[in-house]
């Protein structure tokens, strides 16, 4: 995608993404791979991870309602959802990500459920904000 | 150039890498390395999408899967139609790490593995299951655009082989640089990898053996489960240490084989062998292998079992001669000249065509056959079915093939082998199926039993070699008084390739109930070794699976017949364990082998009289089981080896 298509609007809220540590350099590569054959393959992934990304949301959540962990379960469950995450470059998600499992590790289960909650936050702003985003990129400057 | 499942369209001028690639000079077509047909394995959608597009950029011809067993079906579809893999570590319904083992042997596929883990360990796993390189995720497509030096590196590699007298020096020259260029992100593994592998065909080969039929065009050779029995009775004949490539392929003596071939296949079979060793989680990768589709590696047990078992006498081990007539004698049959005649048979690739049936699941098969005559090995837990049985019985002298050569095999790769494996393939291949059975092996018996049996039980060589002119069997001799049924009946050599009939009588003496349960169990055993494959391919066919059984058995069937492993605790010949895993194994399968399984450690035993030990042991046995005589239980004279 060329920048000069970006609304100043589009590309100041990229930079804002970037510079607010929202966005990692995954989401460059992404963006390097959009092309004429794939105008929308960044907006087309985000898409895709989004709704495949759900039923680790809904995974984790049912695991973590038991009354004892299984942290190794959890562990795991996450690991998938930050290696999605990271492919697109969901910086902070991510980080969040690790911090829960740093906490599966050390069995500390309320570090768990409040990282859990963070990892759901951050989720849904990235999501709200790269929503905005490309609607920006789509209008014509 | 997008190609959805398994469809390969090329739609680059390279139909194929290695046709475009010359040995001299540059090697490659201008357009490689566009076009190179890569399967990208992952089951996460997202990154399935993003590596996708990232080799598409590569101009790369790129198949997607979300599932190992797809991909590995499209590989198996498409023998030639894929140049690289690239398979996520983490993935649901099968262990990346599995198929890369899987892809390796049996396309011989340079193979990439992807995690978002880049912990040592898992990395270190990678490279020791054979992978050309790791990628942490999120992949970059930096990483991608140098993948095909992998591919490069491979085919140079087996180039080298072949064309060692042509290019010399040149190649070598060229293949130095190769893989360095354009190294990114390759990791260092690759490079020391190429250079430990290429150092290693050096040591192998004669340097000045040439290889007549070298080309510059390599075609790949499949490697079908007969050649590959053939192959494995090459080497173990040899002894894997001594087995070079050049006189492997004298012994396999196929007309149209490479050098090169040979070489690298011994060469993956070589890191199979360690990492079987050496990697005793792969349970899953057993199991499969193990229990992998008995009906189809039954018919090639037997071959499997002539041949190992021959491969197995001719390393000297036991004279063939001997062998034979100890089998001959045991089954009451003439004897037969262990000929690696038997049908090698559709039994498909010893590595697994499919991957469950890895050499595991010869294993599995050889269950079957000894289940019939094992019907002992009622606890083994075998996920043989009645038909499997049915192929056992015919295979029956494979089986006593496949036990020497698991024997063999088991010495060869070294009682830790079997060791090693016991942990993982108890669990793996008692089963897929019945998780309960494996429970019962209690994990020391098996574990004792491994260490134990393996290299006594295995008939190895050792065992053999003492024994050599009592029935083979007698290392596992202990337990085999157990097997002693079933060696009546199958009396099948290994050699003799055919399934006996003999394997009636054992099979009478088992209640067929059991023998299934045995088959399963006895493949579950031959998990442990990971060079069973071949003899439970055998033992499947065979009644002389028995053997194999007996070897397997010995492994779980101790787990399986808790009572006769009580017994054979009592018994105190044979290690606890091993005698264990036989005498359950061995009354259930009454396979001969089971007495050659002696649980000795020292293999010693062998040769005592077989029906001696055999009777003593298996009436310790089922005393302590409450039991009685074998006989009464199965109908049959336990010892009745024949030999």
């Known amino acids: ?141 | 150039m997008n190609l959805g499942g398994g469809q390969l369209v090329k739609s680059m001028a390279v139909p194929s890498s290695s046709a475009s690639w010359k040995s001299g000079g540059d090697g490659v077509s201008d357009q490689f390395p566009a076009g190179l047909r890569v399967l990208v394995v992952d089951d996460d959608p997202t990154c399935l999408r993003i590596l996708e597009k990232m080799l598409k950029n590569c101009l790369y011809e790129v198949t997607k899967c979300n599932r190992a067993e797809i991909a590995l079906k499209l590989l198996r579809d498409n023998r030639n139609g894929y140049d690289i893999v690239i398979s996520d570590v983490h993935m649901p319904d099968m262990d990346g790490f599995k198929l890369l083992e899987q892809v390796g042997l049996e396309m011989d596929l340079p193979v990439i593995m992807m995690s978002a883990d880049d912990s040592k360990n898992v990395v270190m796993k990678g490279v020791t299951h054979g992978a050309c390189d790791y990628l942490i995720k999120p992949v970059r497509i930096e990483a991608l655009k140098n993948i095909w030096q992998h591919v490069v590196r491979k085919r140079k590699h087996e180039w080298k082989e072949k064309d060692y007298e042509q290019s010399g020096s040149v190649e070598d020259g060229e293949r130095q640089q190769k893989p360095n260029e354009d190294v990114d992100y390759s990791s260092s593994a690759n490079e020391g990898n190429w250079k430990n592998s290429k150092k290693r065909k050096d040591d192998e080969e004669d340097q000045e053996e040439k290889d007549d039929s070298s080309t510059l065009k390599k075609p790949r050779v499949v490697w079908s489960v007969e050649l590959h029995q053939q192959f494995v009775a090459a080497v173990n004949q040899l002894g894997i240490d001594k087995a070079v490539p050049k006189k492997i392929l004298e012994l396999m003596n196929v007309p149209g084989l490479t050098r090169e071939n040979v070489a690298s296949h011994l060469q993956k079979y070589r890191l199979y062998l360690r990492r079987v060793s050496g990697v005793s989680q792969h349970q899953n990768g057993l199991n499969n292998s193990f229990m992998g589709t008995p009906d189809a590696t039954f018919g090639s047990m037997s071959s499997i079992n002539g041949l190992d078992f021959q491969a197995l006498a001719a390393t000297g081990q036991i004279p063939a001669q001997s062998l034979a007539s100890l089998q001959a004698a045991a089954i009451g049959r003439p004897t037969s000249k262990p000929t690696i005649s038997m049908p090698v048979v559709d039994q498909r690739n010893l590595f697994s065509f499919e991957p469950h049936k890895l050499r595991f699941g010869e294993g599995q098969q050889q269950l079957n056959g000894s289940t019939k005559q094992i019907s002992l090995l009622h606890g083994i837990p075998t996920n043989m079915e009645p038909k499997q049985l049915a192929s056992l019985n015919q295979s029956a002298q494979t089986f006593g093939g496949i036990n020497m050569q698991v024997s063999s095999q088991a010495s060869q790769g070294n009682t830790l082998l079997m060791q090693m494996t016991q942990p993982m393939s108890r669990a793996p291949m008692l089963n897929e199926n019945n998780a309960s059975q494996i429970s019962r092996l209690p994990s020391s018996v098996g574990q004792a039993i491994l260490s134990n049996g393996i290299p006594s039980g295995v008939l190895g060589r050792n065992g053999i070699v003492d024994s050599v002119r009592g029935p083979v069997y007698t290392p596992v001799s202990q337990t085999s008084s157990l097997v002693d049924f079933s060696v009546s009946n199958s009396a099948e050599l290994p050699g003799s390739t055919f399934p006996h009939a003999s394997n009636s009588g054992i099979s009478s003496l088992t209640p067929k109930g059991m023998m299934q349960e045995e088959v399963n169990s006895e493949g579950k055993g031959s998990r442990g070794f990971p060079s069973s494959y071949d003899i439970f391919s055998e033992l499947q066919q065979h009644k002389t699976q028995d053997w194999g059984l007996q070897n397997v058995g010995s492994t779980f069937d101790g787990t399986q017949h808790s009572s006769i492993q009580g017994s054979l605790e009592g018994g105190q010949n044979n290690p606890p364990n091993f005698g264990q895993q036989f005498s359950s194994y061995m009354v259930d399968n009454s396979l001969r082998i089971k007495s050659e399984r002696h649980p000795d450690a020292n293999c010693q035993t062998n040769l005592f009289p077989q029906q001696f030990g055999q009777d003593d042991l298996m009436s310790a046995l089922l005393k302590q089981e409450g039991i009685g005589s074998v006989e009464s239980d199965f109908g049959f004279d336990g010892y009745a080896l024949d030999l």
């Open chain 1, 1 to 141: 995608m060329e920048r000069s298509q970006f609304t100043r609007q589009a590309a100041n809220m990229r930079k804002t993404l970037f510079e607010q540590g929202y966005l990692d350099d995954q989401f460059i590569q992404l963006e390097e791979l959009q092309d004429d054959a794939n105008p929308e393959f960044v907006e087309e992934v985000v898409k895709l991870f989004y709704s495949d990304s759900a039923r680790f949301i809904r995974n984790l959540e049912s695991s973590m309602e038991k009354n004892t962990l299984d942290f190794d379960k959890l562990d795991d469950l996450m690991h998938q959802f930050k290696g999605s995450s990271s492919g697109i470059g969901a910086k902070k998600v991510k980080k969040e990500c690790s911090q829960f499992q740093d906490y599966c590790k050390a069995r500390n289960a309320e570090g768990c459920i409040r990282t859990f909650q963070q990892v759901k936050q951050e989720y849904a702003t990235l999501k709200r904000k790269l929503e905005t985003y490309f609607q920006l990129t789509r209008q014509e400057s």
